[in-house]
């Protein structure tokens, strides 16, 4: 899968999962009706500026969108945070947790 295929499924992933529909998104972002349907179509790319306000519409960073592997950026980012605040001992027992969970 290249690039350009990647990029339009996660455009759609993300769009999908904070329930905004391809309409909503492209007027929201103060384009036509048709501007995300047709990036999603392989018909348009955004430009750089535009895929900033694409991202902030998304509420993800441009490296949290370019992290295919991750389904889920906001709620993985909230969990880094809150492993950032725990003790060694607390974060050790937290990733036995993980690897039991992850076998």
Known sequence: MDLEEKFVER?????????ISAREMSLSLGQ???YINNIEN????????AFFY???????????FFDFD?????????????????????LKNVSNLIDDLTK
């Open 70 to 90: 991750n389904a889920n950026p906001k709620e993985l980012n909230s969990i880094i945070s809150n492993l950032k605040k725990l003790s060694p001992k607390q």
């Open 42 to 49: 392989k018909r348009n790319m955004p430009s750089m500026t």
């Open 54 to 64: 694409i991202c902030a519409h998304l509420d993800v960073t441009p490296k949290e």
């Open 11 to 19: 455009l759609a992933q993300l769009r999908i999962q904070k329930n």
């Open 32 to 34: 036509g009706a048709g």
